[in-house]
């Protein structure tokens, strides 16, 4: 009886081990051999005092992977320049993988801290397709998707606006949030996610410095509801140059003057998107995404 018992743990086992193995193998196919790296990349700012939302992000990505290193690189040739001048090197998307491959790392996923998905994301995409092909290198690369990359995001990035207003501001108070903007279809995404934040709350409205709608038309609708007070927020991950320049600097055509001369007092909030966990979970919920893609 004793033997028979035996036995038949052991062929238990036996079947265990013989259906187990293989599978297991395919869930994780980076167990042994494998290594598992981050590479967070965003445009770059030379503003130290804005890079604690890039602090913030890795903080974020090593909360989430804990074991897995994180890595950074700049898509700013001319930021990366004016880094090195001041004696720190950050590298760009290639040099950066190209440098996570000699590490040996066989696995990266690679998290854009872009916005939207414009001319600068696709750059990436094209820039990761490209060493994909490259016979030798990391064995899989995968993207993970900037802020506002579907219907969910748009949801949850409207929430994280609503959640991350200043304080202070009073509802009849306007907060005009400012999105970089480009020549890129992808620039709808903004009054999109404009429209849907007005459901909420009408006084919130999302411009952009280089796409539509600009101030102007902003300052048209201000001027509509007779808001006398806007509180100015940047809505890229760093609250870098155009933050501390475009928006609310003191030159004829920031935000803050052309307002200001339109008889709205201005109240800049210098933060950027990536400071906040509220955005910075929507990143990383797409690196998590990325990491468990097949
Ligand atoms: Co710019």
Redesign the pocket.
């Known amino acids: 009886m004793k033997h028979a018992c035996l036995a038949l743990i052991a062929i238990a086992l036996f079947l265990l081990m013989t259906v187990s193995g293989p599978l297991a193998a395919a869930d994780s196919p980076d167990t042994g051999a494998g290594k598992k790296g981050i590479l967070l990349v965003t445009f770059g700012t030379t503003f130290p005092e804005a890079r604690s939302a890039y602090e913030n992000l890795a903080e974020e990505a090593r909360r989430a992977f804990p074991e897995i290193p994180v890595h950074w690189a700049y898509t700013s040739h001319i930021i990366r320049e004016k880094m090195a001048e001041s004696g720190k090197k950050v590298h760009s998307p290639t040099q950066a993988l190209k440098k996570m491959e000699e590490k040996g790392f066989t696995h990266v996923a690679v998290q854009s801290l872009h916005t939207i998905a414009g001319q600068e994301y696709h750059d990436l995409v094209r820039t990761v397709g490209r060493l994909k092909q490259k016979p030798g290198g990391i064995k899989e690369i995968r993207i993970g998707k900037p802020l506002l990359a579907g219907p969910h995001d748009m949801k949850a990035a409207a929430q994280a606006i609503l959640e991350t207003l200043p304080e202070k501001r009073k509802p009849e108070q306007a907060v005009i949030l400012m999105g970089?903007g480009t020549h890129h279809p992808a620039n709808a995404a903004y009054a999109a996610l404009m429209w849907r934040v007005q459901l909420s709350d009408p006084n919130i409205y999302i411009g952009t410095?280089?796409g539509f709608p600009g101030p102007e038309k902003i300052l048209s609708r201000l001027q509509d509801s007779q808001t006398d007070t806007a509180w100015l927020m940047p809505f890229m991950s760093v609250a870098g140059d155009?933050a501390r320049n475009n928006l609310a600097g003191g030159q004829h055509e920031a935000w803050k003057s052309i307002f200001t001369r339109a008889g709205i007092r201005c109240r800049p909030v210098l933060k950027g998107t990536a400071e906040y966990d509220a955005f910075a979970g929507i990143w990383i919920r797409h690196l998590g995404e990325a990491m468990e893609k097949r």
């Open positions: 970089h410095v280089e155009h």
